[in-house]
């Protein structure tokens, strides 16, 4: 059984403070695609991303902006509205994170 706070348990938070809510991002790569993905911890996943150690698809074109972020909930949530996210065309991602500006 995994334990809070342990990794790989999908959960952060301890004992004295509530568990971190589950987001789905979009980056921006150097390259002008877009990346999309998970995390209950936005900050640290971003530097991730620009440190290279976050994902083989951003690692070779860092760096990486956040353009885009939406709390969902739970992981499942957020897994399932990333799913979505995937499937949108350039234009229509290009469009949702425009109208965060």
Same mark, same amino acid.
């Given at each position: 059984?995994?334990? #809070?706070?342990?990794? =790989? !348990?999908?959960? *952060? +938070?301890?004992?004295?403070?509530? $568990?971190?809510?589950?987001?789905?991002?979009?980056? #921006?790569?150097?390259? =002008? !695609?877009?990346? *999309? +993905?998970?995390?209950?911890?936005? $900050?640290?996943?971003?530097?991730?991303?620009?440190?290279?150690?976050?994902?083989?698809?951003?690692?070779?074109?860092?760096?990486?902006?956040?353009?885009?972020?939406?709390?969902?909930?739970?992981?499942?949530?957020?897994?399932?509205?990333?799913?979505?996210?995937?499937?949108?065309?350039?234009?229509?991602?290009?469009?949702?994170?425009?109208?965060?500006?």
């Amino acid at each position: 059984m995994l334990e #809070e706070g342990r990794p =790989g !348990s999908g959960r *952060t +938070g301890d004992a004295a403070g509530p $568990e971190k809510p589950w987001m789905v991002y979009i980056m #921006e790569c150097s390259d =002008g !695609s877009f990346y *999309t +993905g998970v995390t209950n911890d936005l $900050e640290r996943r971003e530097q991730q991303h620009n440190e290279g150690t976050a994902s083989r698809y951003t690692r070779s074109r860092r760096p990486v902006t956040l353009r885009y972020q939406e709390i969902c909930g739970s992981r499942s949530q957020a897994l399932i509205r990333e799913c979505s996210l995937r499937l949108l065309s350039r234009k229509q991602k290009e469009e949702l994170v425009n109208r965060g500006r």
